[in-house]
């Protein structure tokens, strides 16, 4: 499935949904964050990679990255992802 982005262009849209909300909690030691990652387009087509992190119930930080092609977009999530797995986040419904 194609768009038309400006015009003449094909903009490619997503295949699959990437998003992911994960959670770490300690009460020993007072810990309760939260990371949030979810690929999209940009308003110009591009793919862009948005995460979100912050202790769990406040508003927290946000960066996006903005890429040339999805692939990239991808290797960046899987990589976060598996980050945060080996450091005890736990995925959550959002």
Not at 18 to 29: L, V
Not at 33 to 40: C, K, N, P
Not at 63 to 82: C, G, M, P, Q, T
């Amino acid at each position: 499935m194609d768009e038309k982005g400006r015009i003449g262009e094909s903009v490619r849209m997503i295949y699959q949904p990437y998003h992911i909300y994960t959670e770490r909690t300690d009460p020993t030691k007072n810990m309760a964050r939260f990371y949030a990652m979810e690929i999209s387009r940009s308003l110009f087509g591009e793919p862009c990679l948005i995460r979100r992190w912050g202790r769990i119930g406040a508003s927290g930080q946000s960066i996006v990255h903005h890429f040339e092609n999805e692939h990239d977009a991808v290797v960046l999530f899987l990589d976060l992802a598996r980050h945060k797995k080996s450091r005890g986040y736990v995925p959550r419904s959002a």
